[in-house]
């Protein structure tokens, strides 16, 4: 009993450390203050930063949040928290409130404030990876792939050090397919897939999903086929994980561990 006291005593001053050595600052607004915008973007187009307060060009993942394109909130998830990154959530407009591609370009805003203040929390632009689960890494894939939503913030796609979407859409997105009065197992490859947007020397790019017998839809096969044409695009690498007896939902939290580690070969750690 005094053993388990005492352990239980040694996890508490463990854990108040790690929260002592982190700052968190929420509700941040990245859109620069204009008359043009309305209420609902003003509430929504905010992030919020979790960073180490004592390490110096510390590696960043922005994070993406899931929810259809309709729904979700801006999160910092527990399983990255404390690990030595920089883990910036980020909110954005949904449909119908908005229509494609409103919300990926709220998404970009939101990577070139990343960019631009990343160094006051100890980070550094050349350590930037995106991630997000489904609609999140919808988002990621069209901003890594799709070179001009960065680029109208005079960024470079290419100077993202890697992209870990999980269980991401990588045909045009079934709420937009929505948006346009068409059911949500019509595929569809336009300039709003990430498919379509397929290049060589790309940023690093690792793709996970759950089980494709428990998928949503097709989204195994959908990121198996991305895969297979970024090699034939001329990118040798790009990993693909398919995480067996996960489903959609579930598929996130047994993803985690895989980020950590993409990001710790990234930063070259």
Known sequence: MKRLLVLMILCAAFETQAQQDYGWEKDIAYYAASSEQDAYQQQQCRLDVYYPKNQKDATT?????????????????AALMNKGYIIVGVGYRFSPNVKAPQYIEDAAAAVAWVFEHIARYNGTRSKIILSGHSAGGYLDLMLT??????????????????????????????TVREERGMAPLQPVID?????????????SILLITGDREKELYGRYEENAYLQRMLKLAGNKQVPLYELQGFDHGGMA??????????????SGL
């Open 61 to 77: 993942v922005v994070w993406f949040h899931g929810g259809g394109l309709k729904a979700g909130k801006k999160e910092i998830p």
């Open 145 to 174: 792939l799709d070179k001009k939503y960065l680029k109208r913030h005079q960024i470079d796609a290419d100077s993202l050090l890697g992209a870990v979407p999980f269980s991401a859409q990588c045909i045009t997105h079934f």
């Open 191 to 203: 300039t709003l897939a990430p498919l379509y947007h397929v290049r060589k020397a790309i940023p």
């Open 253 to 266: 939290e047994p993803a985690f561990p895989l980020l950590l580690r993409e990001a710790k070969r990234l």
